[in-house]
């Protein structure tokens, strides 16, 4: 696609459910982010998808956080048994290969209730 | 543990005025400095920075980076309200994934 898309863009949910949130990147990027942006802050790192290679995980604040891709295609961030500190908008981001820019989607936001 | 350290956290100017917003860093193995501009949703790229003293320019913005004194800054010239936004700078190491480190932003308000 022309840009990286990132669904649902909205997501309103009670404590203690599951989501599971989609990201699509740009078609031909190998690399593949998710952060996290909680309100007035700056982005916060959870994990990093290069081609076949293992993914860095280093950013997971927990093991309720995971997050699959399958390929250079579609990647979804899964957050079990949400908590309130859970809310913030979560950020995709593809780039070409490790040392070019990254492209942004618009994020999802994600309020726990 | 590296970080990015940006400031100043906030700034309102009149459109007209030049701005600087700095960007200072310590990173194990420095590989590249990204610049991007987020309004409402998605941050978009402005510059890449790899080398120092080489300054890149976009029409009224420019940046350039300091690889000895380990920072970087963006200029804007004769600002518009269409810069109002939140500016990010974030840094990329060696180390791993090559992963990146991003600053919490300076929050541009440009009043007309």
């Known amino acids: 696609g022309a840009g990286v898309s990132q669904s649902p863009s909205n997501k309103v949910t009670e404590k203690g459910k599951d989501v599971e949130l989609r990201c699509d990147p740009i078609s031909g990027h190998t690399a593949l982010y998710w952060y996290r942006q909680r309100l007035g802050q700056g982005l916060e790192f959870l994990i990093y998808?290069?081609?076949?290679?293992?993914?860095?995980k280093s950013g997971l604040p927990s093991d309720r956080f995971s997050a699959e891709r399958t390929g250079e295609s579609v990647s979804t961030l899964t957050i079990q048994r949400t908590q309130q500190e859970d809310s913030a908008v979560y950020l995709c981001?593809?780039?070409?290969?490790?040392?070019?820019?990254?492209?942004f989607g618009d994020g999802t936001r994600l309020s726990i209730l | 543990e590296d970080k990015v350290v940006q400031s100043p956290l906030s700034l309102v100017v009149h459109e007209g005025d030049t701005v600087t917003l700095n960007c200072s860093y310590e990173?194990?193995?420095?590989?590249?400095l990204l610049w991007y501009k987020q309004e409402k949703k998605a941050p978009t790229f402005l510059f890449m920075l790899?080398?120092?003293?080489i300054e890149k320019k976009s029409g009224r913005l420019s940046s350039i980076l300091d690889k000895k004194e380990l920072f970087s800054i963006l200029n804007i010239t004769a600002t518009q309200t269409g810069d109002s936004a939140v500016y990010l700078c974030a840094v990329g190491d060696r180390e791993g994934t090559y992963k990146y480190i991003f600053g919490t932003g300076t929050r541009l308000k440009v009043l007309a």
């Open positions: 998808f290069q081609g076949n290679s293992a993914p860095d």
């Open positions: 790899t080398s120092s003293g």
């Open positions: 981001a593809s780039s070409e290969g490790r040392v070019q820019p990254q492209h």
């Open positions: 990173v194990t193995n420095f590989r590249s």
